[in-house]
């Protein structure tokens, strides 16, 4: 399961990066992860262990004005990216499984215990199906279930970073 959950990883940084390379050049760089807090040791009340990134994935996080990080907590996979400023460059997790060849089904919206609100969608491609749920949330209160709503929030000055965006894919 494990190697599965890592090639789902693999895949949705690939799919994403043709998207990236095309984008205009935002001037990553180190001044991007000033602020970093250091990544998350647990999550959702259990501890996280991280992942290796592929070479595809270290090079997508080079040009990404933030920094990306992968983990498992033994049952689920969990991306997390660190965004120092508002971009493009940041893609719905479920766009990048479309271009892979997934076919997505859009959940209602998920309301955690803690009162976090998630989008969230099922993922499936010649018999393998995720579950995959994601929101972006910065330690200034903001908190946005996608993608789309926190960048125009985000571009139009009315969210503050730096943000964290949290990907988690379970299989079922």
Request: negative net charge.
């Given at each position: 399961m494990r190697h599965k959950l890592f090639y789902f990883g693999a895949c949705l940084l690939a799919a994403c990066a043709p998207w990236l390379y095309a984008a205009p050049k935002s001037g990553g760089?180190?001044?991007?992860?000033?602020?970093?807090?250091?990544?998350?040791?647990?999550?959702?009340?259990?501890?996280?262990t991280r992942l290796p990134?592929?070479?595809?994935?270290?090079?997508?996080?080079?040009?990404?004005?933030?920094?990306?990080?992968?983990?498992?907590?033994?049952?689920?996979?969990?991306?997390?990216?660190?965004?120092?400023?508002?971009?493009?460059?940041?893609?719905?997790?479920?766009?990048?499984?479309?271009?892979?060849?997934?076919?997505?089904?859009?959940?209602?919206?998920?309301v955690a215990e803690d009162g976090a609100r998630w989008s969230g969608f099922t993922?499936?491609?010649r018999g393998e199906r995720l579950l995959v749920r994601e929101r972006i949330?910065?330690?200034?209160?903001?908190?946005?279930?996608?993608?789309?709503?926190?960048?125009w929030s985000a571009a139009a000055g009315g969210a503050r970073g730096p943000w964290w965006a949290v990907t988690v894919a379970e299989r079922q």
């Open positions: 760089g180190p001044s991007a992860a000033a602020g970093f807090p250091g990544w998350p040791t647990h999550f959702e009340g259990r501890p996280l990134l592929s070479e595809r994935e270290e090079r997508f996080g080079e040009e990404f004005p933030g920094l990306v990080a992968r983990f498992t907590d033994g049952r689920r996979e969990v991306i997390v990216r660190f965004i120092g400023e508002a971009t493009r460059k940041l893609h719905p997790t479920a766009d990048c499984l479309t271009a892979i060849g997934y076919s997505v089904r859009p959940l209602p919206l998920h993922a499936e491609r949330h910065s330690e200034a209160g903001g908190s946005w279930p996608d993608i789309p709503a926190w960048y």
